[in-house]
């Protein structure tokens, strides 16, 4: 199993650029989300998902779009990037989120918006 | 609401045991996760502890006090490659089930 992967691994964006930061998951997994880790911040939650076609909102939503067509995938749509959205995504994913057990965490995209 | 609050940075000598607090305040509160992430890297489980009392695991224990919304990392016998961040994190069972972090606690391991 090559676990959670996530693509790329670095990006540099210029302001009003658009661009999806790629996740996917081998592991059959039901819940999926994403973080953004920024100094001083901890891990904050962007959106989730608790299967196929089901997405809902986390703490930080704003400037970004989700869709889960698939089980294995959950990518994450920048719309118009922004200098405040520069930070380090990371994809997560658990079997259920009804059962509570631990995350599976992706190695991360380093974002920098100019 | 969530409110995770450990302390920032930590230091530690060699071989010595440390103790990372974490104090939450929760609604819905469903569990508590410990993760360790070193630099650059990706966070990695730890522990997680739904009831009362302490987990061991090796070196690393967790315990948690639900009543005190506290719980605890205890690592042992340190070793310089424990120097990482180590973050806590809360469940919660409102509506669909997500986890909140913490800061993180930086915690550099000395000779």
């Known amino acids: 199993n090559a676990g959670v992967t996530q693509t790329p691994k670095f990006q540099v964006l210029k302001t009003g650029q658009s661009m999806t930061l790629q996740c996917a998951q081998d592991?059959?997994?039901?819940?999926m989300s994403w973080y953004r880790q920024d100094p001083g911040m901890g891990l904050r939650l962007i959106h989730y998902s608790v299967g196929a076609g089901i997405t809902d909102q986390g703490e930080v939503p704003n400037g970004y779009n989700v869709s889960r067509s698939t089980t294995e995938d959950f990518p994450l749509r920048l719309l118009s990037a922004a200098p405040s959205q520069t930070s380090v995504y990371f994809c997560?994913?658990?079997?259920?989120?009804?059962?509570?057990?631990?995350?599976?965490f992706g190695p991360g995209t380093r974002l920098l918006v100019l | 609401g969530q409110n995770i609050d450990q302390p920032t940075e930590m230091t530690a000598t060699e071989g010595a045991i440390v103790q990372i607090n974490c104090t939450y305040q929760t609604s819905g509160f469903n569990g508590l996760f410990w993760y360790q992430q070193h630099a650059g890297e990706a966070p990695t489980f730890l522990s997680y502890n739904v009831l009362d009392g302490l987990e061991e695991k090796g070196r690393f224990s967790s315990f948690l006090s639900r009543s005190k919304g506290y719980s605890y990392l205890l690592l042992k016998e340190l070793q310089m490659k424990d120097s990482a961040s180590y973050l806590c994190?809360?469940?919660?069972?409102?509506?669909?089930?997500?986890?909140?972090f913490g800061t993180g606690t930086k915690l550099q391991v000395i000779p």
């Open positions: 997560a994913s658990s079997y259920s989120p009804k059962f509570q057990e631990t995350q599976y």
């Open positions: 592991m059959n997994h039901e819940y």
């Open positions: 994190a809360a469940l919660n069972s409102g509506g669909y089930q997500k986890v909140t």
